[in-house]
């Protein structure tokens, strides 16, 4: 049983930066691919990034490449979502995920385990 925590959302105006955390509790986290989604308001939940278990691997939205970067901290079992440049379609609620490695990597159904989701608002 995994159990994932994010933190480090808040109200931030365009152009500015916030690093979300996803803290990960269970034996068996340093094994699972880890994803960051997105759900705005009247949206469906999007995909955003992914780190697979070893660090070695990430994939990202087109949209976001360029600005957004995941990492993970094994030894703290923390995975980050550091984001830069932030724009007003960029708010919505981030949820992280963990799920066995696959290279399914972008849909929410090959995951299995759901943080309650942190929000972000970007706005003047």
């Known amino acids: 049983q995994v159990h994932l925590v994010e933190s480090g959302g808040g109200l931030v105006q365009p152009g500015d930066s916030l690093r979300l955390s996803c803290a990960g509790s269970g034996p068996s986290f340093s094994r699972y691919d880890t994803g960051w989604f997105r759900q705005a308001p009247g949206q469906e939940r999007e995909f955003v990034a992914n780190i697979d278990w070893s660090g070695s691997f990430r994939y990202y939205l087109d949209s976001v490449k360029g600005r957004f970067t995941i990492s993970r901290d094994s030894a703290e079992n923390t995975v980050y979502l550091q984001m830069e440049n932030l724009r007003p379609d960029d708010t919505a609620v981030y949820y992280c995920?963990?799920?066995?490695?696959?290279?399914?990597?972008?849909?929410?159904?090959?995951?299995?385990?759901w943080g309650q989701g942190t929000q972000v608002t970007v706005s003047l």
């Open positions: 995920a963990a799920q066995d490695p696959t290279s399914d990597y972008a849909s929410e159904e090959e995951y299995d385990y």
